[in-house]
């Protein structure tokens, strides 16, 4: 079974940055797209980011508007592992910040879509 760690949260200024990485464990070659999301307090679980990890379109990657320009998603194959880096950070962006994957190949897919989660990762932006 796949299991996915995150790590690389913490607590930053408004403007800042921060690199998130998940690594991946176990049965990774069933999941062909990788993403982030969020959670706020009191908030639903939010779409940030997903890459595809598999055939053709490898690497091909897809933002919510709130993160397009800020935030860049990437994969190292070798290491099983993807990395968020976040940019010009802002205080909305606080949240815990999970990463999933999926045996699916649509990078606009549902929450639902996503069935291997880690358990989260903490971002906090002060302004």
């Known amino acids: 079974q796949e299991q996915l760690v995150e790590s690389g949260g913490g607590l930053v200024q408004a403007g800042g940055s921060l690199r998130l990485s998940c690594a991946a464990s176990?049965?990774?070659?069933?999941?062909?797209?990788m993403a982030w999301f969020r959670q706020a307090p009191g908030k639903e679980r939010e779409f940030v980011a997903s890459?595809?990890?598999?055939?053709?379109?490898?690497?091909?990657?897809y933002y919510a508007d709130s993160v397009k320009g800020r935030f860049t998603l990437s994969k190292d194959n070798a290491k099983n592992t993807v990395y968020l880096q976040m940019s010009s950070l802002k205080p909305e962006d606080t949240a815990l910040y999970y990463c999933?994957?999926?045996?699916?190949?649509?990078?606009?897919?549902?929450?639902?879509?996503?069935?291997?989660w880690g358990q989260g990762t903490q971002v906090t932006v002060s302004s």
């Open positions: 176990g049965r990774t070659f069933s999941s062909k797209t």
């Open positions: 999933a994957a999926s045996s699916g190949t649509v990078l606009t897919a549902p929450r639902y879509d996503y069935t291997t």
């Open positions: 890459i595809s990890c598999s055939g053709w379109t490898s690497g091909m990657t």
